[in-house]
Every structure is written in structure tokens, then in C-alpha cells.
């Protein structure tokens, strides 16, 4: 017989497949773990199919930023003074355009009539003949469709015939001379009054007056 081990003394114990598996595991895991510390260091280039992380943004250069946009600001000023012509340059026109239609409307001879009372004062020196045989009043602005217009009344005195021309002018608020129209009457009888318009073609703006000048029966 063999004789008993000594008690409390055991035999170291084989190791099998099994345990030489997990020892093979676990040093699998231990490898697999220090790559991805050392993929993850910042210090090292990241992998292909990685994220990138971007680098902190700087700020953009001032002196480059104005040489950009100082070009378009200054063509944004162009174009605002050009507008603010082209306004006024409109607003005038449709001025000149509504007085036309107020004259037209009322009466078709009126520019031929005025036209012949421009050259009948051509030649007058003062203030001609006829300033006691003339009057103006001016005209509210809603009855004559936006513009400036005074009623021009003549009235023949004489025993005779005649025909009439006056010239007016509107002044600003300095009473510079801005405008000057011509208002004229034919073929006036004695003792009979006729009434024409002195209409404005200036833009509303400055605000002006009219004066008669000169008034000249012939």
C-alpha cells in the first residue's frame, strides 16, 4: 500500500483547457484595453474613420473686414442720393404734369392766350397800365387737384375793347423769385370782368407765393 500523504499538505493543481482559456482571455482584454488608452491620448494622431476635433476658431481680421465691406456701404450711399434725385426729379415733373391738366381743363385756349400775354409785356417798362383793372385771389390747393393757382379776375373799365396780360411771380419764403407765369384775356367788352388761372408748375415744396408784377391792357 501507498502510503498517505502528509495531512494539510495538497498537491498543486493541473491545470486544464479551461483555466488556460481564461488566462488566454483575460490577457486579450488587458491588451485590448491599453490600445484604446493609448488611441484616446490626446497627444496622438487620431485614426483613419475617427472624429476630428477642430481646432479653436480665430478671430477675422478687422482691417480686412472693412476694405470688404467698404466698397458695397459706399455704392449703398450712391444709390440713396440717386434715389433721393430721382424723388425730387418725379416729384416736380408730376407737379409740371398736374398743372398742365388743370390749365387744359380749363379752358383749350388758355396756353395760346398766355403765350400773347408773354409777349405783350416784353416790351412794357413798371408795372404797366392796368394794375388798378386787375386782382388775384388765391385758390385752395383740394379745388385745384394738389397745385398752386390763384384767380387772376380782369376787369375792362374802358369803352372799348380790349385785351389784357399779366404776369405773375411765385416767391419762396425769402421772396426770391422761383417761378414766373403769364395770364392773359382777349377780347374783353367794356364794362365786363373774365377770370384766368396763374397756375404753379413748381414741386409743393418750398411753399410759395404768388404776386402780380406787372398787368398791361393794349
Known sequence: MNPMPPRGKRSPARRGPAACGVL??????????ALVS???????????????????????????????????????????AESARASASEAQASASERADEFEASVSADTERANQAAENALKDVDGKGNAMS???????????????????????????????????????????????????????????KRAQRYAISHAPPEPKLSAKLVKAQRY
Open 38 to 80: 493609448c488611441g484616446t491620448d490626446s497627444d496622438a494622431p487620431s485614426s483613419e474613420g475617427s472624429r476630428t476635433v477642430s481646432e479653436r476658431p480665430t478671430a477675422p481680421d478687422s482691417s480686412a473686414f472693412s476694405e470688404k465691406t467698404a466698397s458695397p456701404l459706399k455704392s449703398q450711399a450712391s444709390e440713396a
Open 133 to 191: 383793372d386787375v386782382s388775384m385771389t388765391g385758390r385752395p390747393r383740394s379745388e385745384t387737384g394738389g397745385v398752386l393757382a390763384s384767380v387772376v379776375t380782369f376787369t375792362n373799365r374802358t369803352d372799348k375793347t380790349a385785351d389784357f396780360a399779366v404776369r405773375v411771380d411765385f416767391l419762396d419764403s425769402s421772396g426770391k423769385t422761383v417761378e414766373t407765369r403769364y395770364v392773359g384775356t382777349e377780347n374783353l367788352e367794356p364794362g
Open 24 to 33: 488566454t482571455l483575460a490577457a486579450t482584454v488587458t491588451a485590448a484595453a
